[in-house]
C-alpha cells in the first residue's frame, strides 16, 4: 500500500494500492498495443486533444491547489502550477510540427533521402513531488504529441496528482490506454525496465534513484533520461542590480521552503556588495511567514517529509558548529519537525556539507568573493550542473563567465525558471538528457533515415 502522509499535520492524507509486477505489465501492453494507432492519428489531433487535456486539468486548480498543500505543504496562496503548466505545453504544441517534421537531405531524379522522427513507443515517466505537475508535463506533452504512449508513475509523495492528470486528458477524449497514471512500487518499476516493459524512461528525482534507474535498464537498451540533484548557485558581480539580486536570488533559495531542482543553494557575491547584500537579505528572510500552508497568510509551509527537514538541519547544524554564522533566529513556527525555519548563513566554506550536498530546504550560504576568476571556481567545485545565476548589466561579460561555467542553463538577471523554448538538462551528478524546446522532440523520439532509389538502370 502507497501511503502519502501530509506534511500539515502527519496524518495519513491519502492511500492506494499498488500493482504486482503481473499486473502491470499486462498494462504496459495493452498500451503498447494503443501506441500506432495514436500515432497514425494526424498530428494536429494529437495536438487539440493534449491542448484539451491541459485545459481540462486548469478547471479542475480550485480542488488541486489545496490537495497540493496537504500533499507537499506548499502555500495556497501561490496557486498551484497550471500557468507553467500551460505555458509548457502550449509552446511544445506550437512548435511540434516544425520540431519533428522530416529533415530533407536531398531529392533528384534519382534519389529521395529524408530523415523521420519516430516516437518510442510506450514512455514512462516517473515524476517527483516538489512541482508534480510542471515536472511531469514537461515529458507528457511532448510524448504524447510526438506519438508515444505515455504511462505516468507519481511520487508517492504527491500520490493523488497523476489521477488528476489521468481524469483531466480522459475527460478531454485522450484514451485511457495512450495516457495513464499508474501505482507501482521502487521493485516492480524496476521490473518494468528490465524487463523491457517500456520504451523510453524520463527519471526526475535524487542521483540515488537515478542510479536505481539506470541498473534496472541496464543492458535493455531503452532510452533512460535523468534530472537528478542540483546545487544551484548564485553569482552577484560588482556592477549588479543590488535590489533585483538579493530579491530574486533569495526567492530562488527559499520559495517552497527550498524544494526546487533548480533553487539557489549557495551565493558568492562581489566583495563592493557582499554587506549590503547579506543585510538586505536578512531583512527578506525574516519578513517571511512560516505555517500552515492551507492560511492564505503563510508565505513559507513545512518542507514535504519530516526526514527532509532533519537533513536540513543537519547541515546547518553541522555548518554552525564548524564556524559559520547563522542569521535568523527560530521562528515560532518551527516544531522541529516538518515546520522549519529558513536560514541564511555566513562564514561558511565549501569543507561544508551546507556548501556541498543537495539541502534542497530554506537555507543558503552566502561567500565573499573578489573576482569572476574566484567565483568560477567556486560555482565548478560542485557534483552537480544544473544552472547559474549571473548577476551584472554586462551581457558579454555574463556569456564570457557562463561558457566557463559547468552547468546546463545559464541565466543572466534572473533564476529559478524555465523557459520552454530552452533545453532542459544537465550534467556532471544532474543527469543527462534535456526536456522542453526542440531538443525534448527530440529525445522523445528515435531517427529514421529513408535512402529511396527511384531508378536502377
Known sequence: MLRCISPIDGSVFAERPALTAEEAKARTAQM?????????????????????????????????????????GRPIRYGGEFGGVNERASHMAKIAQESL????????ETFTRYIKRVP????????????????????????????????????????????????????AGVPKDVFDNIFLDHDTTSELLSSRSVDFVNFT???????????????????????????????????????????????????????????????????????SFVEKAVEIVNGYVLGNPLDKETTLGPMAHVRFAEEVRAQIDEAVAAGAKAHIAKFDADDGGAYLSPQI?????HDMRV????????????????????????????EFGLTASLWTKDVE?????????????????RADYLDPGLCWTGCKNTGRGGGLS?????????????HLKRRTS
Open 355 to 382: 556548501m556541498r550536498d543537495e539541502s534542497f530546504g530554506p537555507v543558503v550560504g552566502i561567500m565573499k568573493v573578489s573576482s569572476d576568476e574566484e567565483a568560477i571556481a567556486l560555482m565548478n567545485d560542485s
Open 32 to 72: 503498447r498495443a494503443a501506441q500506432k494507432d495514436w500515432a497514425a492519428r494526424p498530428m494536429q489531433e494529437r495536438i487539440d486533444l493534449v491542448l484539451a487535456g491541459v485545459a481540462a486539468l486548469g478547471k479542475m486548480n480550485d480542488a488541486i491547489v489545496p490537495d497540493l498543500a496537504k500533499m507537499m
Open 101 to 108: 517534421a522530416d529533415i530533407q537531405v536531398g531529392e533528384d
Open 205 to 275: 528525482g535524487s542521483v540515488g534513484g537515478g542510479r536505481t534507474i539506470e541498473r534496472a535498464a541496464a543492458g535493455t537498451f531503452i532510452g533512460v533520461a535523468t534530472e537528478l540533484g542540483g546545487k544551484d548557485p548564485g553569482y552577484v558581480m560588482e556592477d549588479a542590480d543590488l535590489d533585483a539580486a538579493v530579491a530574486t536570488l533569495i526567492d530562488g533559495a527559499m520559495f517552497n521552503s527550498g524544494q526546487c531542482c533548480c533553487g539557489i543553494e549557495r551565493i558568492y557575491v562581489h566583495e563592493a556588495l557582499y554587506d
Open 345 to 349: 548563513l555566513t562564514d561558511v566554506t
Open 120 to 171: 518510442h513507443g510506450l514512455v514512462l515517466v516517473i515524476a517527483p513531488w516538489n512541482y508534480p505537475y510542471m515536472t511531469a508535463i514537461n515529458t507528457v506533452a511532448p510524448a504524447l504529441i510526438a506519438g508515444n504512449t505515455v504511462l505516468l508513475k507519481h511520487a508517492t509523495q504527491t500520490l493523488l496528482v497523476g489521477e488528476h492528470m489521468a481524469a483531466a486528458f480522459h475527460s
Open 397 to 413: 561579460r555574463a556569456q564570457r563567465v557562463g561558457d566557463r561555467i559547468e552547468t546546463g542553463t545559464v541565466f543572466m538577471n
Open 438 to 450: 526542440v531538443i525534448g522532440f527530440h529525445n522523445l523520439t528515435r531517427p529514421k533515415s529513408y
